[in-house]
């Protein structure tokens, strides 16, 4: 599942995102990225991927900067590849975002914002966000963080954002509905920022959980304001984190294979939200979109999995077959790279080898 980390302070941005991003990767995502101000420009780099991937693309690279922001992607809309990985920028590059969640109207933003002259460089659902922000600030010549208010008062979705601006070097700009984020209070008059507390927890035991329709905005002048969508200014409630690293990871459960069992309701939700919507009847896998059609013709479907997803693939199979009434096999990776398997035209499996293996 996605991740986000940010990061302003007076310190180097780069080893506490990262380090943050390895703290979500339990989470399971496809590729990561990072965006870092430093001198007034942001550099930005993304990868395809493990965040091991990642560090090893920026290597060498300038990787300065007191404020940064970190994502680890799981794609909803466009493939899993470099350039649809978060951040996303504003043409200009002056405005860069990371985004959990989906923008169900992503269609009709795009289109409105491409016949204002906007081009995408990507497929993702994320990018309207930016230009919609760019397109607002230009417009009304608001603040950046007035500019997202009003962008989120047009988006249907769920969604955890966190903006940074070159206008603003010292300001980061977060938001979320339905998808949550944390804001760590530093001990320096610095901030953190993450979809969950983990990678906070051993710079600050200060934090608020964002509600709802909020949006922070972390100055290293100002501090900490958080408004409501509707412009509310709200007083953050600061918790204290009690728990240390190892029991935050375990959610205050015994053992991590409770907190597993326990948390299975949740982790169901937040694998279908954006991508399954029951009442209105679709599904949305970014990375399997592109074979949609190829999926609704084939005689056979190969799973190739290892280990939990092997025995999620085994759940499939029967649902495969018992609904779309299509042959399914079942097969360990780790087997099936040796073997000389019988795939033709018709197989599914062919077309995710090509394009993907
Ligand atoms: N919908 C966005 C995308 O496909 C974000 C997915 C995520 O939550 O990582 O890029």
Redesign the pocket.
């Known amino acids: 599942m ?1 991740g986000i980390v940010a990061y302003i302070g007076e310190k180097e941005a780069y080893p506490i995102v990262i380090k943050g991003l390895k703290r979500l990767e339990y989470r399971g995502y496809d590729s990561a990225g990072i965006a870092l101000l430093d001198n007034g420009k942001i550099n930005q780099y993304k990868r395809q991927g493990k965040v091991a991937n990642l560090e090893e693309f920026a290597l060498g690279k300038n990787c300065k900067g007191h404020a940064g922001i970190g994502h680890t ?6 493939a899993p590849n470099d350039v ?1 990985a ?1 951040p996303h920028s504003s043409t200009d590059g002056r405005i860069t975002l990371i ?4 923008i169900e109207n992503y269609d009709s933003l795009r289109e409105e914002l491409i016949s204002r002259g906007y081009k995408f460089q990507s497929e ?3 990018e309207v966000l930016v230009h919609l922000i760019d397109d607002i600030q230009k417009n009304e010549k608001v603040s950046i963080a007035e500019a997202v208010r009003l962008a989120l008062h047009s988006v249907v979705g769920a969604y955890a954002i966190v903006v940074l601006s070159e206008d603003n070097p010292n300001q980061l700009v977060a938001a979320r509905k339905s998808s949550p984020l944390v804001v760590g209070i530093g001990n320096e008059g610095d901030f953190y920022l993450a979809s969950d507390a983990t990678p906070i927890v051993e710079y600050t035991n200060q934090v608020v959980y964002l509600e709802d329709e909020e949006i922070a905005v972390v100055d290293l002048n100002e501090g900490l304001k958080i408004f409501s969508i509707g412009n509310q200014e709200v007083t953050p409630y600061i918790q204290e984190l009690e728990m240390q690293l190892e029991a935050l990871e375990k959610g205050g459960y015994e053992h991590f294979m409770l907190k597993e069992i326990y948390e299975q309701p949740r982790s169901i939700t937040d694998c279908f939200r ?1 991508r399954l919507n029951a009442t209105e009847g679709w599904v949305s896998l ?1 990375g399997v979109k592109d074979y949609e059609q190829k999926m609704v013709n084939a005689q056979r479907i190969i799973m190739v999995a290892c280990g939990t997803s092997w025995h999620a693939c085994l759940v499939g199979e029967y649902l495969f077959e018992d609904l779309a009434r299509i042959n399914v096999e079942v097969e360990y990776a780790s087997e099936f790279r040796y073997r000389n398997p019988i795939i033709n035209e018709n197989g599914v499996l062919k077309y995710l080898i090509e394009k993907r293996v």
């Open positions: 996605c992607r799981w794609a909803t809309h466009g649809n978060h985004h959990n969640g989906i993702t659902d994320t954006g970014g």
